[in-house]
Nanobody, 124 residues
């Protein structure tokens, strides 16, 4: 069983930055594709970005391209989401997810493990 623990959320003003971290347990982190999703109040959860097993391929939702960067450190079993130029529309609960089959996808059902989420609030 893999456990994912997100951290780094908080309250920030529009235009500011935050860096989210997702620490994972287990010895097979490097075999998982990893992704970040978010869910705003009253909305469905949506894909934010994903990174391949090696970190060589990264994917982003159009709404965050150019502002967010996903990265991973396989030695530390951790995936990160650097968020710059934050907007009030980025306010959401951010989740990290792991896919055993090792391929990034926007489809939630393809992810086997999820964290509890970390809240990001951007004030205008």
């Amino acid at each position: 069983q893999v456990q994912l623990v997100e951290s780094g959320g908080g309250l920030v003003q529009a235009g500011g930055s935050l860096r989210l971290s997702c620490a994972t347990s287990g010895r097979t982190f490097s075999s998982y594709a990893m992704a970040w999703f978010r869910q705003a109040p009253g909305k469905e959860r949506e894909f934010v970005g994903g990174i391949s097993k090696s970190g060589g391929n990264r994917y982003y939702a159009d709404s965050v391209k150019g502002r967010f960067t996903i990265s991973r450190d396989n030695a530390k079993n951790t995936v990160y989401l650097q968020m710059n130029s934050l907007e009030p529309e980025d306010t959401a609960l951010y989740y990290c997810a792991a896919a055993r089959w090792g391929v990034v996808t926007e489809v939630e059902l393809r992810y086997d493990y999820w964290g509890q989420g970390t809240q990001v609030t951007v004030s205008s």
